[in-house]
């Protein structure tokens, strides 16, 4: 029985140490090297003082580093906290400060960036910097604690562990409503089921090559990663740059031969823009899997009728039930652009349910609230019982027993077939690139602008291949000369590229409705109305 996350490596350093775990490029590590490595660095952060249940983040492009890293941070009883390399330092801040973090480890290239995040202020608790390099990271205000050359030192024997099953094994902070980020707590116990199950579902097996596309703060890349080494196959990370480039990407699945695909639905939308994609080809592709947003009809059309010899999933779930709860096999391609391919049934262990207000189901045909229940549930938010209650919530079962289940924000459908059906959001949550936005972060970070009356935020679908635009519409204060470039550029110091405002809007004073709230949906209509400006 699998316990912790971190038994698959073990298992299969045992059996096939030779095996070849990672490749990143013309680099690649054995599962051997991989548990020696991940032990020593383990060893360093007991060393450097991580305890049992500490928060240790990450800064760190994708690398097989920073795979070493995650693995040892787990090793040593700790909490794993992916920090994301493209947000600005303002927003590392914040969730440096919410997780109150023991260590930071870091690769090289990200010192100016942790130089700024030091230079904001001190930090009221005390944490070491450890650099994923060969050189320690050197900075003003960097505490430097110890690299990868005096990892070397540490002994590469297994380790005792002393965290169960129930202990988190990562925190990952998804935009927050309210401003702040919202870190979704994950136990060793939440990943199990699901990588269990898509292991045998996806036949997942030695010797496989699996890609690593989503960033390591996307809860894909925890299935990539534990999929990949529960079934002893190979984990290969695909490039950042890649993605800009639709033919580079086709080109890196050709080269690496991949077995298995896995990624937000945006990047194979642009692939099918740029017809990046040939007749028969990845001959090696068996799986092609998708979760995070709606995969639009035309463009899964295009993928299936070139590759006849892959099968097409639709995983679907939240962060909060841990990668995906509910999943639906293409028996065959649509004939129809227009048919919606339904999300389908849940996972052996989880629970997807479309209920009203009093929490009861609604007949099938109608539209209703999505729940989740099951074994992927996290157990809440990071220190913030009152968001967590909002949103886990218990529903009465037969008999006495109560069930936790998730308010998922997502509306659905059960159809007659008796497949579930995603509608769209009740919120204003959105998915841009594949990346999950609340609106009201971007608003607050604008409301912190100097020279800003009025402003709101909303998304504009248009459909196609194309997926939502966020737009701004704001009012200059009188005597304020403001406008998309400026705010662009102040917004940037503040927000990660992919949240930032792509159309602007200036306007007198904002539409307000009957109640005086400001009108979400005319504006909606003006941005479609208007070819409005691009910054
Ligand atoms: P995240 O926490 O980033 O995985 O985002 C979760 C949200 O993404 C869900 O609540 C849905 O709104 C959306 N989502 C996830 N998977 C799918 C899917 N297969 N189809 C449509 N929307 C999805």
New binding site residues.
């Given amino acids: 029985m699998t316990r912790l996350l971190h038994n698959w490596l073990t298992l299969n350093a045992e059996r096939a140490p030779e095996s070849i775990a990672v490749v990143m490029e013309s680099q690649a590590i054995t599962y051997g090297e991989l548990e020696r490595l991940s032990n020593r660095l383990a060893r360093g952060l007991k060393d450097a003082d991580c305890r049992r249940g500490d928060r240790v983040c990450l800064l760190s492009p994708k690398s097989i580093d920073a795979i070493v890293a995650i693995l040892g941070i787990i090793k040593a009883d700790c909490t794993f906290v992916p920090l994301d390399p493209q947000s600005p330092a303002a927003r590392h801040r914040k969730i440096i400060e919410s997780c109150e973090c023991r260590c930071i480890l870091a690769a090289g290239n990200t010192a100016p960036l942790l130089d700024e995040i030091f230079a904001a202020g001190a930090f009221d608790f005390p944490f070491s910097v450890g650099s994923l390099g060969d050189a320690r990271i050197e900075g003003p205000h960097c505490r430097a604690g110890f690299s990868s050359s005096d990892f070397s030192t540490y002994s590469a024997a297994p380790l005792e562990y002393r965290n169960d099953s129930a202990d988190p094994a990562h925190i990952l902070f ?1 935009s927050g409503s309210t401003g702040v980020p919202k870190g979704v707590v994950i136990t060793h116990a939440n990943v199990i089921p699901f990588v269990e199950w898509g292991k045998t579902y996806f036949h997942m097996l030695p010797g496989g090559r699996n890609s690593c596309h989503s960033p390591l703060h ?3 890349s925890t299935f990539d990663i534990y999929g990949t080494l529960a079934a002893g196959a190979e984990l290969h990370l695909v490039p950042a740059e890649a993605n800009l480039l639709p033919h580079k990407l086709a080109d890196f699945i050709r080269r690496s031969e991949l077995t298995q695909w896995f990624s937000v639905p945006s990047i194979l939308n642009y692939m099918a823009k740029f017809d990046a994609v040939k007749d028969n080809d990845f001959p090696h592709l068996r799986e092609l899997l ?6 639009p009809t035309p463009a899964l059309i295009y993928w299936m009728r070139r590759l006849p010899h892959v099968r097409f999933t ?7 039930a841990t990668i ?1 709860s509910s999943y639906y096999t293409l028996p065959t391609c649509p004939a129809d652009e227009r048919s919606s391919i339904p ?1 389908g049934t849940p996972c052996p262990g989880e629970s997807l349910m479309v209920l009203d207000k009093n929490l009861e189901p609604v007949p099938a045909g109608e539209i209703g609230d999505l729940y989740i229940g099951g074994a992927g549930l996290s157990p809440g938010y990071w220190r913030d019982e009152e968001k967590t209650l909002e949103v886990f919530v218990r529903k009465h079962c037969s008999g006495d027993g109560s069930e936790r289940i998730y308010k ?3 509306l659905a459908s059960v159809g007659e077939d008796g497949l579930v059906y ?1 509608v769209g ?1 009740s919120d204003c ?1 959105i ?1 841009s690139r594949g ?2 936005i609340e609106l009201g972060e971007i608003e607050s970070a604008l409301h912190s602008l100097e020279g800003l009356q009025e402003c709101a935020v909303v998304a504009v679908t248009l459909g196609g291949f194309e997926g939502a635009r966020i737009c701004c519409a704001y009012v200059p204060l009188s005597g304020h000369s403001t406008g998309p470039l400026t705010l662009r550029k102040e917004l940037s110091r503040l927000l990660p590229s992919y949240m930032l405002p792509t159309h602007w809007l200036e306007f007198d004073s904002l539409p307000k409705n009957a109640n005086g709230k400001i009108d979400r949906p005319k504006l909606v209509e003006d941005f479609k109305n208007h070819e409005a400006p691009a910054a």
């Fill in positions: 998804t996307f809860d894909l998708w979760c995070g947003e709606v995969f639709n995983l679907y779930g939240p962060t909060e995906a999300i998922t924000g997502d995603y959001r949550q998915k990346y999950r």
